[in-house]
C-alpha cells in the first residue's frame, strides 16, 4: 500500500520559518513529479510548489524568494522550506506525487493528509 506521510507543520509567528516533509512509502517503482498545495476553508486546494524527478521547479508568484522546494530520490522525500511566513500563508499544506507502485503498470496521483500551518502572532 502506498502512502504519503507529511509532517512539520505547526505554529510560527509572522517572519518565521518551518519545514514540511513528506514522505512516500511502500512498494515503489518510480515516482514522477512531486508537490505541495495548500487549502484553506471556502477556497480551492491551490498549488504551491511543483518539482520534477530531474530537480525542476515551480512556484506559485506569492511565494516566490520565500519557500524552497527540494526533494531526496533516495528517500522517496520532499520538503518545503517556508521563510518569511505571512498570515496569508496560513493553510491545509499537502502534499503529492505521481506514483508507479511496483506492483502495478498503472501511475496514480497519491495525496497526504495534509498538515495545518498556522502563522500568527
Known amino acids: 500500500q502506498v502512502q504519503l506521510v507529511e509532517s512539520g507543520g505547526g505554529l510560527v509567528q509572522p517572519g518565521g520559518s518551518l519545514r514540511l516533509s513528506c514522505a512516500a512509502s511502500?512498494?515503489?517503482?518510480?515516482?514522477?513529479?512531486m508537490g505541495w498545495y495548500r487549502q484553506t476553508p471556502g477556497k480551492e486546494r491551490e498549488l504551491v510548489a511543483g518539482?520534477?524527478?530531474?530537480?525542476?521547479?515551480n512556484y506559485v508568484d506569492s511565494v516566490k524568494g520565500r519557500f524552497t522546494i527540494s526533494r531526496d530520490n533516495a528517500k522517496n522525500t520532499v520538503y518545503l522550506q517556508m521563510n518569511s511566513l505571512k498570515s496569508e500563508d496560513t493553510a491545509v499544506y499537502y502534499c503529492?506525487?505521481?506514483?508507479?507502485?511496483?506492483?502495478?503498470?498503472?501511475?496514480?496521483?497519491?495525496w497526504g493528509q495534509g498538515t495545518q500551518v498556522t502563522v500568527s502572532s
Open positions: 518539482i520534477t524527478r530531474g530537480g525542476s521547479t
Open positions: 503529492n506525487a505521481g506514483i508507479l507502485p511496483a506492483s502495478s503498470l498503472r501511475r496514480s496521483v497519491y
Open positions: 511502500g512498494s515503489i517503482f518510480t515516482i514522477d513529479a
